[in-house]
């Protein structure tokens, strides 16, 4: 019977040993829980910072949109103003080419005219002349004629 309270004695021993090793195994998961479970606190904590400020970038984003979408309808209008600005400037151009036209037409026609009027002048002085040469001529002829027959 000995042998079987030598036995029994190993088991218990075994089993003491066992259990010893079992809360040390315990303890040391119960810690690596606790740690787990502080940081899974503090990745909630940040994960809802993260959100709130994601919410307000959004938010801000949404702010930003209209405002650029109520600016680029405002610089619709001052396009269309600026075509429209543009068309006028163009028919002005239009009108100043016209009239530019006009002018030097009307001046080639003038010019024409001047030109013909400066060859009258030149033809009726060359005239004037050939009569002043004729009277002069004359003159000389008959002051020369009472000279000569003593007059």
Same mark, same amino acid.
């Given at each position: 019977m000995e042998l079987v309270y030598i036995s029994a004695l190993i088991v218990a021993i075994a089993i003491a040993v066992l259990v010893i090793y079992l809360i040390k195994t315990? #303890? @040391? @998961? %119960? &810690?690596? $829980? !606790? #740690? /787990?479970? %502080?940081? $899974? !606190?503090? $990745? !909630? #904590? &940040?994960? !809802?910072? =993260?959100?709130?400020e994601s919410e307000q970038l959004i938010q #801000? %984003?949404? /702010? =930003? @949109? +209209? +405002?650029?979408q109520h600016k680029t309808e405002s610089l619709n209008g001052l396009f269309t103003s600026l075509k429209d600005v543009g068309d006028s400037l163009e028919n002005v151009n239009y009108s100043f080419k016209d009239m530019s036209d006009s002018i030097s037409r009307h001046s080639r026609e003038q010019s024409e005219q001047v030109a013909q009027a400066v060859q009258w002048g030149n033809a009726a002085i060359d005239l004037y002349a050939k009569w002043q040469d004729r009277k002069r001529k004359k003159e000389v002829n008959q002051n020369e004629n009472s000279y000569t027959t003593g007059g």
């Open positions: 315990l #303890k @040391a @998961a %119960t &810690q690596t $829980m !606790e #740690k /787990v479970s %502080t940081t $899974m !606190e503090r $990745m !909630e #904590k &940040q994960v !809802e910072g =993260i959100t709130s #801000k %984003t949404n /702010v =930003i @949109a +209209d +405002d650029v």
